[in-house]
């Protein structure tokens, strides 16, 4: 048994490791996607599109994980329509 705690330690340790690199990715996708929504040349239409796509997104992706993946899925597409609803406000 003791064998197998310095196994799931360093296999823990990876996982964080992951997880932080992944946390790193996003928020330079979350600021890159900003940007462009901020510089898009027709807001209305950006808009317009996103309202029609935000349905099937939750749908087809509302199976995909637990409930900490679905409230994440839910508040990321939450703060993405805010922020192409209103591109040009500071947030």
């Known amino acids: 048994m003791s064998e ?3 196994e799931i330690v360093q296999r823990l340790e990876a996982c964080e ?10 928020k330079a996708f979350e600021y890159g996607l900003r940007a462009a929504v901020i510089t898009h040349p027709r807001p209305e239409e950006l808009c317009r599109v996103w309202t029609q796509l935000l349905p ?14 679905t409230a994440a899925l839910q508040q990321a597409l939450a703060l993405l329509t805010d922020q192409i609803g209103a591109p040009n406000q500071e947030t």
């Open 4 to 6: 197998a705690i310095p």
């Open 17 to 26: 490791t992951s997880l932080e690199a992944h946390r790193g990715y996003l």
């Open 56 to 69: 099937g997104i939750a749908e087809k992706h509302s199976g995909d994980g637990g409930a900490i993946y």
